[in-house]
């Protein structure tokens, strides 16, 4: 992928640390960046950071061991910007080894599984086109 323009990216532990860098070099590159983070304040923090730079972004309240709020943050994703990320960053703390559970395949297998956040972005990358980029920074 070389052009970031309009692109949709939801970065786990976005809201500070690397996640944040993350976001800000993304943002700039010209994406539409979707900040996950279990923290609130961190959260509030980040976007003030994008409503000045007046860069599209969203925040997302999600604790990354919760699967049904990974379901419920890649329904919101798609609400708030009408598509699925076309990338997927998670950065937050912990990544587990697992299998798709919200959708019955998982496509895509390999060594590193399934992050719970691909699954649950699984049933809208079946009516689009494209790929999912996922980059686990943390294991």
Same mark, same amino acid.
């Given at each position: 992928? +070389? /052009?970031?323009?309009? +692109?949709?990216?939801?970065?786990?532990?976005? $809201?500070?640390?690397?996640?944040?860098?993350?976001?800000?070099v993304f943002s700039e590159a010209g994406c539409k960046?979707?900040?996950?983070?279990?923290?609130?304040?961190?959260?509030? *923090?980040?976007?003030?950071?994008?409503?000045?730079?007046? $860069?599209?972004?969203?925040? =997302? +309240?999600? /604790?990354?061991? /919760? *699967?049904?709020?990974?379901? &419920?943050?890649?329904?919101? =994703?798609?609400?708030?910007?009408?598509?699925?990320?076309?990338? =997927?960053?998670?950065? &937050?703390? =912990?990544? *587990?080894?697992?299998?798709?559970?919200?959708?019955?395949?998982?496509?895509?297998?390999?060594?590193?599984?399934?992050?719970?956040l691909r699954c649950a972005f699984q049933p809208q990358?079946?009516?689009?086109?494209?790929?999912?980029?996922?980059?686990?920074?943390?294991?």
């Amino acid at each position: 992928m +070389k /052009d970031f323009q309009d +692109k949709i990216l939801l970065i786990t532990g976005g $809201a500070s640390g690397a996640g944040f860098g993350q976001a800000k070099v993304f943002s700039e590159a010209g994406c539409k960046v979707v900040i996950a983070d279990i923290r609130q304040d961190a959260l509030d *923090r980040a976007m003030a950071y994008f409503e000045n730079a007046e $860069a599209p972004a969203h925040a =997302v +309240k999600l /604790d990354i061991t /919760d *699967r049904e709020a990974y379901a &419920a943050a890649a329904d919101e =994703v798609e609400e708030v910007f009408g598509s699925p990320p076309q990338m =997927v960053f998670n950065t &937050a703390g =912990v990544n *587990r080894i697992s299998l798709c559970s919200r959708g019955s395949e998982d496509p895509a297998p390999s060594w590193t599984g399934s992050s719970p956040l691909r699954c649950a972005f699984q049933p809208q990358r079946k009516t689009r086109t494209g790929e999912l980029m996922e980059l686990l920074t943390s294991l």
